[in-house]
C-alpha cells in the first residue's frame, strides 16, 4: 500500500553602524547592529533589534556572517588536537555501509555508500546473491556534493524511477524521471515540490505529488497552498493536471495516492505537525470524495486494503494507537484489531498478509507479528536490546528487512520471512570499534515535579564515578519524536575521547504515547526544560561529572532545548551546542513552515501562549552580565526549514549579554540546510569542529591512545 506517508567589503559598513560588543577571554566579536523595533503583544512592549538579521541575503547581514565565521574558525583553528580529532572520526566514519532492500517489481533496490562517498549511491539488483548495478550516483549532481537525493520512488512495472533532488539541504525539492529500462534521464523536471512523495498510479504513466505556487522568497516565505497535481511521464509540469486545491484552507497539507490494487484513490489532509489528519477515498473511476475521516480529531493512516476491507491505525480514544478494519462502503461499522496497550505503538504495516506493530517499551523495541485479524503471530526475536525499523512492503510481500543497532552495535540488516517469522543477517556493518570495552545503561530520574525520567548512558568500562568526566547530554523533547538506542560512528570518538554521552528521553517527545508528548507541549513546555535539567543534575549528583565538564547538545526543537536551558542554568552547564534551532518563539510561525509547529508551541497571537513562549524564547531572555557557558551555535545558510535568523539573533543577543569569560560563538555552514543531504566531509568538518569546541571549552586532554597515538 502506498503510503503518505562580498562579504568582507562591508565589514567598515558593520562597523561604522555598531557598537563594539565587548572582548571577552580575548576575543573581540564583531560589531552588531542594534535596531529599534518593538513589538507589541497583547499589551506587551517587546524589543527586537536585531530584526535586520531576519534578511540572510542583505549586505549587512552577510558581512556579519563572514565577520562571525572568521571569528568563530579563527578560535577553533587555535586548537592543535583538531586536526587528530578529525582524523579520526573520518577515519571511524570510512567504513561500507548499506541501507535495507527494498523489493519491487522483483528487484531489490539498496543504498551503499563506499565508506566516505558525499552521498550514498542507488543500485539495483535482480538477487540478493549478486552485487548489483548502480542506478543512480547523487555524487554526479554537484561537484561539492551539496546536491542530494531526496526521495525514489520506482514504478509498479518497475519501468521508471521518479527521484527528488535538494539543493544544499533546502526543503524544496525538483522531481525528475529516470527510464530504467534505458537508462535515459528524461528531460522533465517539476518545480517548487515540498512535502510529497511521488506515488504512482497503477499503469505506471505518471504520478501524483503536491507543490507549493513559486514563492518570492525561497528560503524565508510562509509556504502556503499545498497542492496535488498528476504527472504525465514524458510532458512538461505546465501540463499536469491539478487533481485538488482548497483555497479556503491554504495552511493545509495534501497527499494523493492510488491503493496497491489499483481499485481506489485515497487522500489525506493536515494543518500541523501533530499526529492528526483527515481522510477521504473515492473508487478510482470516481469523482466525488467520500469523507470517511473528516473531523481532524486523531490521526488515521492507512495500512492496507484487500477488496473493500482497509486497516487503519489511529490514535483515536487511544493515545498509545491502536489499529481497526473496516469496510469502506460501511465506514460506520469498525473491527478493533489491535488495541491500545499499555505501550507505544511506534508504527505498524501490514506485508506478507500480515501486520508487523512495533511498539516502544522504555524507549526500547519489541515487534509483534499478528494475523489481519489481530490474532497474534508471534514477537520477533531481535538480536539484542536497542532499536529495530523497517519490515516494509507490499502487502503479499513474503520477504521484509529490518535494520537493528544499540549505542554499541553498529548497525546490522535481517532479511525476515513473513511466514517463518525467521531473520537472516544480511549484511552488518564494519567499524573499526570494539564494544566490548563501553557499557550502555538506562537509568530512571526524578524530574523537578517528581516525574520519572529514562535516559541512557554510554561510557568506557570501568570509569570511576568521581564527578571528574567531561559528558555530553543529548535531548530533543518535543513533537511525539521517540530518542532510541542507535549507533552512530561519529559519537565513538567523543567515548575514546573519555567522554560520557547521555540521552534524555524527555517529556514532548513519544516515548509514552501521546499524553507524554502533550505534557511537554504549550502551557507545558518548561517540563522539557525542566527535566533536560535534572538529567543534567542528575550525571553530576550520581558522580559521572561537574557543572564545568557537562555540555549539552541538540539540533532543531532540540536547539530550542539547548537554548532555554543555558539561559535558565547557566551554572549547571560549562559548554552548549545548540544546533538550527528554534529560538526566537515569538515570530517563529511567520516563516516557511513555522505556523505548522504551533501545536507543540502555541503561538505569540494567544495571549496565554505568548507569555509561556515569553518566559523562554532564548532570543529574549539572554541577561545582560550573567555569565554564560560557553557556546557555540551552528546552523546553515540554506535552512529553510527553521531558518538561520534564529540562530542569527540568538548568538548576537548571546554575545552582547555575555558577562563571563567563556566564548560564544556561531559556525554558519554554506551550502547547507536543516541537515538532510549534508555531504559527508561537511558533516564530518562539523563534528569535528563540535567535538573540538568541546575540548577546549571543557578543558580536556587526549588519551595517548586516542586516534591510534
Known sequence: MRKFPHYLAALAFLTACAAKTPAVSGLDYP??????????????????????????????????????????????????????????????????????????????????????????????????????????????????????????????????????????????????????????????????????????????????????????????????????????????????????????????????????????????????????????????????????????????????????????????????????????????????????????????????????????????????????????????ELPGVGSASGWGGKFDQQETFYTFSSFTAPSAIYRFDMQTLESTLFRSSKVDFDPSGYIAKQVFYTSKDGTKVPMFIVHKEGIALDGTHPTLLYGYGGFNVSLTPWFSASRVPWLEMGGVYAVANLRGGGEYGEEWHKAGTKLQKQNVFDDFISAAEYLQSEGYTRPDRTAIQGGSNGGLLVGATLLQRPDLIGAALPAVGVLDMLRYHLFTIGRHWSGDYGTSENAEEFAALYAYSPVHNAASGVAYPATMVTTGDHDDRVVPAHSFKFAAALQAAQGGNAPILIRVETRAGHGAGKPTQMRIDEIADQYSFLFRALGMELPESFGGQ
Open 31 to 380: 560589531s552588531t547592529r542594534t535596531g529599534d523595533v518593538v513589538d507589541t503583544y497583547h499589551g506587551t512592549m517587546v524589543p527586537d533589534p536585531y530584526r535586520w538579521l531576519e534578511d540572510p541575503d542583505s549586505e549587512e547581514s552577510q558581512a556579519w556572517i563572514a565577520a562571525q565565521n572568521e571569528l568563530t574558525f579563527g578560535w577553533l583553528g587555535e586548537i592543535e588536537e583538531r586536526g587528530v580529532i578529525r582524523s579520526r572520526i573520518e577515519a571511524l566514519w570510512n567504513f561500507e555501509r548499506f541501507s535495507s532492500p527494498s523489493l519491487h517489481a522483483g528487484r531489490y533496490y539498496y543504498f551503499r555508500n563506499d565508506g566516505l562517498q558525499n552521498q550514498s549511491v542507488l543500485y539495483v539488483s535482480d538477487s540478493l546473491d549478486s552485487d548489483g548495478e548502480v542506478l543512480l550516483d547523487p555524487n554526479a549532481f554537484s561537484e561539492d556534493g551539496t546536491v542530494s537525493m531526496a526521495g525514489w520512488y520506482p514504478s509498479d512495472d518497475g519501468r521508471y524511477l521518479a527521484f527528488g533532488k535538494s539543493d544544499g539541504g533546502s526543503d524544496w525539492r525538483s522531481l525528475h524521471v529516470l527510464d530504467m529500462e534505458s537508462g535515459e534521464l528524461l528531460e522533465e523536471e517539476l518545480k517548487w515540490v515540498k512535502f510529497s512523495s511521488a506515488n504512482w498510479n497503477g499503469d505506471g504513466t505518471g504520478f501524483y505529488y503536491s507543490r507549493y505556487p513559486e514563492p518570492d522568497a525561497k528560503l524565508q516565505e510562509m509556504n502556503k497552498m499545498h497542492q496535488v497535481y498528476f504527472h504525465t511521464v514524458g510532458t512538461p509540469q505546465s501540463e499536469d493536471q491539478l487533481m485538488y486545491t482548497n483555497p479556503d484552507k491554504p495552511d493545509e497539507f495534501h497527499w494523493m495516492w492510488e491503493s496497491e490494487d489499483s481499485t481506489a484513490h485515497f487522500m489525506a489532509h493536515s494543518d500541523s505537525t501533530d499526529d492528526r489528519n483527515r481522510l477521504w477515498w473515492k473508487p478510482i473511476d470516481a469523482k466525488k470524495w467520500i469523507r470517511i475521516f473528516d473531523e481532524n480529531d486523531a490521526g488515521y493512516q492507512l495500512l492496507g486494503k484487500k477488496d473493500d476491507i482497509v486497516w487503519i491505525r489511529t490514535n483515536k480514544d487511544a493515545p498509545n494507537g491502536r489499529v481497526f478494519s473496516m469496510n469502506l462502503k460501511k465506514p460506520r461499522e469498525q473491527t478493533e484489531v489491535l488495541a491500545e496497550s499499555e505501550n507505544v505503538l511506534r508504527s505498524v504495516g501490514i506485508t506478507g498478509g500480515r501486520i508487523v506493530a512495533q511498539y516502544l517499551v522504555d524507549a526500547q523495541t519489541k515487534v509483534l507479528v499478528h494475523e489481519l485479524d489481530g490474532a497474534l503471530v508471534a514477537e520477533v
